[in-house]
């Protein structure tokens, strides 16, 4: 069926990589040859708009060549969205970030027509991270990598991961830094994005030799055993007495003063007995929210790439209560 009527939209066109000019060059040698477009465009049928099949419509046009269109029925807006990042996921002449991007976008959207409540800190990230490694064919790492460059890198750098000028791992290493400074990084070109990379890997190399010994006399462990490799949130584990010691403090002040009013002891004569109590076991519970409980399970206590870890903030540890609240196979 060949039709004219059917229009672009910039919430579909959006989702879609650009061919690049030899890439539009082949495919025009293609259509040229065949004296026409051999592949059908595909419209959205209830909206008429254009979902596959741009370029091949332009160099019809130009050419003078017809095309035929099938025409698909959805739902919504979404659905025809999920249509086209699946069809972006299966196309192997994308690299792999413009791969993984579409896969990311694909799962978030997924999600949401899944009418799921938002995601916890913690979400099952592992789960999510091989769901989108699956879809575009990457290993967990580089799904990793392309979120923190979505999430985190100035749009100079993102184009310049998606254009392959800069390696994945280039990109999400610079990705942790101030955007400001990403975007003077970008301004000296693709050679200054990875001389970047490097300084912000020799970082990290740097923090790593800062990291507690394993397996030696006085090591320190969490409250589940796990011994704690980092040297900065080891130190913090080693003054959990701290917190514990103040803890104490409050309880014996509590009794004390409390036997005190109790005993009619005139120094307390205006004390105000249930505030006071109501305080105290406030200050208490603060105290016990405040206490270490855990390394990290999502991060393993380095705090996540550049320090982001949604569950601890970057911290490497976690305090009870949010332990509690984490799924069963996160408490391991």
Same mark, same amino acid.
């Given at each position: 069926?060949?039709?004219?009527? =059917?229009?672009? %939209? ?15 060059? +082949? ?32 160099? &019809? ?6 095309? @035929?269109?099938?025409?698909? $029925? ?14 972006? &996921? ?9 791969? +993984? ?9 997924? %999600? ?103 397996? @030696? ?8 055993? %796990?011994?704690?490799? @980092? ?5 913090? =584990? ?16 509590? +009794? ?6 109790? $005993? ?11 505030? =006071?109590?109501?305080? &105290?076991?406030?200050?208490?519970? %603060? ?11 999502? &991060? ?33």
């Amino acid at each position: 069926m060949s039709e004219t009527g =059917f229009q672009t %939209h910039p919430e579909i066109d959006a989702l879609l990589e650009p061919p690049t000019p030899e890439e539009l060059e +082949t495919l025009r040698s293609l259509i040229v040859a065949a004296k026409g477009c051999r592949d059908p465009l595909v419209v959205w049928k209830e909206k008429n708009i254009l979902l596959d099949g741009h370029s091949r419509l332009k160099i &019809c046009r130009k050419e003078g060549y017809g095309y @035929v269109v099938k025409s698909i $029925s959805f739902a919504d807006m979404d659905a025809a969205k999920i249509w086209v990042l699946e069809n972006q &996921c299966g196309r192997r002449n994308l690299n792999d970030y413009q791969r +993984t991007a579409a896969a990311i976008k694909l799962v978030e959207l997924k %999600h949401k027509g899944a009418n799921l409540p938002p995601r916890k800190p913690l979400e099952n990230q592992a789960k999510t991270r091989d769901l989108v490694g699956d879809l575009a064919d990457v290993s967990p790492r580089t799904a990793d990598a392309v979120k923190a460059i979505e999430d985190g890198a100035a749009a100079p750098i993102k184009k310049m991961a998606s254009d392959g000028d800069v390696s994945i791992d280039a990109a999400a290493k610079v990705a942790t830094l101030p955007k400001k400074r990403q975007r003077k990084i970008a301004a000296r070109g693709p050679d200054a994005v990875v001389a970047a990379a490097a300084e912000v890997r020799e970082d990290a190399k740097k923090k790593r030799k800062n990291r507690a010994p394993k397996g @030696v006399n006085g090591e320190v462990k969490d409250i589940l055993g %796990h011994i704690i490799e @980092v040297r900065g949130v080891a130190e913090i =584990f080693s003054r959990r007495d701290e917190i514990t010691g103040a803890m104490n403090a409050v309880s014996k002040l509590k +009794t004390a003063v409390l036997a005190a009013v109790k $005993s009619r002891d005139a120094l307390y004569a205006i004390l105000n007995e249930n505030a =006071f109590e109501i305080d &105290c076991d406030n200050a208490h519970r %603060h105290l016990r929210f405040a206490l270490p409980h855990c390394r990290c399970p999502l &991060c393993n206590g380095d705090g996540g790439l550049g320090g982001k870890c949604k569950l601890c903030k970057g911290r490497g540890w976690i305090g009870e209560q949010v332990f509690r609240n984490l799924p069963a196979e996160q408490k391991k």
